[in-house]
T-cell receptor, first 109, second 112 residues
Framework: GQNIDQPTEMTATEGAIVQINCTYQ??????LFWYQQHAGEAPTFLSY??LDGLEEKGRFSSFLSRSKGYSYLLLKELQMKDSASYLC??????????WGAGTKLIIKP | IAGITQAPTSQILAAGRRMTLRCTQD?????MYWYRQDLGLGLRLIHY???????GKGEVPDGYSVSRANTDDFPLTLASAVPSQTSVYFC???????????FGPGTRLTVL
């Protein structure tokens, strides 16, 4: 079966750095996506990785290792508005997105 | 309109009733999707359409139907609602089936 694993919840301090991990086992691989979802709102696109390595976009970076079936999202200089759920999704061989259950990130002052 | 809109925002429905959730996008995206999101679970694909006139089944299609008469609209119909269909429903679209998906604001549906 296909499976995406990520921690259920994480807590971090304002101004700090946090790394959210995602491991996957899927039928094929056509890219990995990270989305942010604030409570009661729609998911919004953060990043896309299809090749191994680090993609940096402002305070957010995403890393991929295809051989290990592993990705992480790195958030720097945390702000209170970063409190949200972070969703990892893998595009499988049929070009369908397989979603993790999401990691709820709580930021404390 | 800018992006994707969904209607209604929320709905309480009696079991056995028929309900259509509406989704409209103005980005001229070819592909559209319907997901449901339940607490503790990842988004699950219900149905999708890669282009106007075609539809396909996702992971959890039973009890739902869709149509894609034109590029902009992708309604989701529950023929006879059951309590297990209580969920938040998101519509999404992308340029094609390999591209980034963008989501509508969602419909919160409660079936009693």
């Amino acid at each position: 079966g296909q499976n995406i694993d990520q921690p259920t919840e994480m807590t971090a301090t304002e101004g700090a750095i946090v790394q959210i991990n995602c491991t996957y086992q899927t039928s094929g691989f056509n890219g990995l996506f990270w989305y942010q979802q604030h409570a009661g709102e729609a998911p919004t696109f953060l990043s896309y990785n299809v090749l191994d390595g680090l993609e940096e976009k402002g305070r957010f970076s995403s890393f991929l290792s295809r051989s290990k079936g592993y990705s992480y999202l790195l958030l720097k200089e945390l702000q209170m508005k970063d409190s949200a759920s972070y969703l990892c999704a893998v595009m499988d061989s049929n070009y369908q997105l397989i979603w993790g259950a999401g990691t709820k990130l709580i930021i404390k002052p | 309109i800018a992006g994707i809109t969904q209607a209604p925002t929320s709905q309480i429905l009696a079991a056995g009733r028929r309900m259509t959730l509406r989704c409209t996008q103005d980005m001229r995206h070819n592909a559209m999707y319907w997901y449901r999101q339940d607490l503790g679970l990842g988004l699950r694909l219900i149905h999708y359409s890669n282009t106007a006139g075609t539809t396909g089944k996702g992971e959890v299609p039973d009890g739902y139907s869709v149509s894609r008469a034109n590029t902009d609209d992708f309604p989701l119909t529950l023929a006879s609602a059951v309590p297990s269909q209580t969920s938040v429903y998101f519509c999404a679209s992308s340029w094609d089936d390999t591209d980034t998906q963008y989501f509508g604001p969602g419909t919160r549906l409660t079936v009693l």
